[in-house]
């Protein structure tokens, strides 16, 4: 399994992004798509996931400003980031998460600027 991202950059304070994730290759039907971030010292975090069923989860630091949806046909997860904060700098993961194993995206950056 492959996952690649798109759509990290640089954006002043208030503005918004889209990151995109493609999942590629055996792929279980039953698993759950997110996104976790790593700012620098500080531990990766879930910051949104959406299960194939469409249940959604997110962290409390970014409800009602992130919204992620997924398209199960094409295997895609992309996370709209509205209203963002320069705590939101970090590296953005694409992951998937199947049972007893986890798949990696590289990671994008994500750099918010006061």
């Known amino acids: 399994v492959q996952l690649v991202e798109s759509g990290g950059g640089l954006v002043q304070a208030g503005g918004s992004l889209r990151l995109s994730c493609a999942a590629s290759?055996?792929?279980?039907?039953?698993?759950?798509m997110g996104w976790y971030r790593q700012a620098p010292g500080k531990q990766r975090e879930l910051v949104a996931s959406?299960?194939?069923?469409?249940?959604?989860n997110y962290a409390d630091s970014v409800k009602g400003r992130f919204t992620i949806s997924r398209d199960n046909a094409k295997n895609t997860v992309s996370l709209r980031m509205n209203s963002l904060k320069p705590e939101d700098t970090a590296v953005y993961y694409c992951?998937?998460?199947?049972?007893?194993?986890?798949?990696w995206g590289q990671g994008t950056q994500v750099t918010v600027s006061s």
């Open positions: 992951n998937l998460h199947i049972p007893m194993y986890d798949y």
């Open positions: 290759g055996l792929i279980f039907t039953l698993n759950t």
């Open positions: 959406v299960s194939n069923g469409g249940t959604t």
